[in-house]
T-cell receptor, first 113, second 117 residues
Framework: AQSVTQPDIHITVSEGASLELRCNYSYGATPYLFWYVQSPGQGLQLLLK??????LVQGIKGFEAEFKRSQSSFNLRKPSVHWSDAAEYFCAVGGSNTGKLIFGQGTTLQVKP | GAVVSQHPSRVICKSGTSVKIECRSLDFQATTMFWYRQFPKQSLMLMATSNEGSKATYEQGVEKDKFLINHASLTLSTLTVTSAHPEDSSFYIC?????????????FGPGTRLTVT
C-alpha cells in the first residue's frame, strides 16, 4: 500500500537550533517526493522536491532534504531554525502516472524563543 | 509563475443551501486539478481529481452528488457543496497540475474556509 508516515506529530525546538523532520514512505514505483509548509489558515507552500538525481536537495528558506532509497526516507533539515519557521509541515509522495499526492499526517513545529 | 487562486477565501452559509468554490490557475493551463479537504489539525484528504472536459474522479467515500466538480476550462475548476450541512464545514484546498511545465508538481491554492451554520 502507498503511504507516507511522519512519526513526529509535534516538535519543539529552540530558535537557532537545528531541525530534522522525519518522513518515511511506501510507494510501489519511483517516487516523487515533496515537502510543504502550511501556516495557520493558509494554503501549502512548496519547500522542496525530489524527482531524480542528487539525493540531497536544497529548498527555500534554508531547508534541505535527503532522499535515502534504502531507508525509504526523505527527511527535512534546517541548520538553524527561525521563529518564523513555526508552522505545519507535510511530506508527500507521488508518481508520474496520475500526479496524485499522498500526504503524511503532518508535523507541527513550535519554536521557542 | 504558477499561481493558483481560490474564491471565496471564506464563506458562511446556512444549512441546506449550496455553495460554490472556484479554483483558477492564473498563469498556466491546468489539465488536471485536485480538490482536498482538511479538518483542523489534520492532513489533506484528496476528494477528487478533475480533468478538463471530462467527469471528475472521486476518491472512495466521497459523495459525488454532494460535492459537484466541474472543470470547464483549462484555468477554472469549481467545487459545489450541495445541500450543505454543518459536518461539511471544513477547509477546502485546490491544486493544479500542469505536466507541460516539465514536472509533475501540484500548485496549491490558498484554501477556502467553509462554515455551515
Amino acid at each position: 500500500a502507498q503511504s507516507v508516515t511522519q512519526p513526529d506529530i509535534h516538535i519543539t525546538v529552540s530558535e537557532g537550533a537545528s531541525l530534522e523532520l522525519r518522513c518515511n514512505y511506501s510507494y510501489g514505483a519511483t517516487p516523487y517526493l515533496f515537502w510543504y509548509v502550511q501556516s495557520p489558515g493558509q494554503g501549502l507552500q512548496l519547500l522542496l522536491k525530489y524527482f531524480s538525481g542528487d539525493t540531497l536537495v536544497q529548498g527555500i528558506k534554508g531547508f534541505e532534504a535527503e532522499f535515502k532509497r534504502s531507508q525509504s526516507s526523505f527527511n527535512l533539515r534546517k541548520p538553524s531554525v527561525h521563529w518564523s519557521d513555526a508552522a505545519e509541515y507535510f511530506c508527500a509522495v507521488g508518481g508520474s502516472n496520475t500526479g496524485k499526492l499522498i500526504f503524511g499526517q503532518g508535523t507541527t513545529l513550535q519554536v521557542k524563543p | 509563475g504558477a499561481v493558483v487562486s481560490q474564491h471565496p477565501s471564506r464563506v458562511i452559509c446556512k444549512s441546506g443551501t449550496s455553495v460554490k468554490i472556484e479554483c483558477r490557475s492564473l498563469d498556466f493551463q491546468a489539465t488536471t486539478m485536485f480538490w482536498y479537504r482538511q479538518f483542523p489539525k489534520q492532513s489533506l484528504m484528496l476528494m477528487a481529481t478533475s480533468n478538463e472536459g471530462s467527469k471528475a474522479t472521486y476518491e472512495q467515500g466521497v459523495e459525488k452528488d454532494k460535492f459537484l466538480i466541474n472543470h470547464a476550462s483549462l484555468t477554472l475548476s469549481t467545487l459545489t457543496v450541495t445541500s450543505a450541512h454543518p459536518e461539511d464545514s471544513s477547509f477546502y484546498i485546490c491544486s493544479a497540475l500542469s505536466p507541460g511545465r516539465g514536472t509533475y508538481e501540484q500548485y496549491f491554492g490558498p484554501g477556502t474556509r467553509l462554515t455551515v451554520t
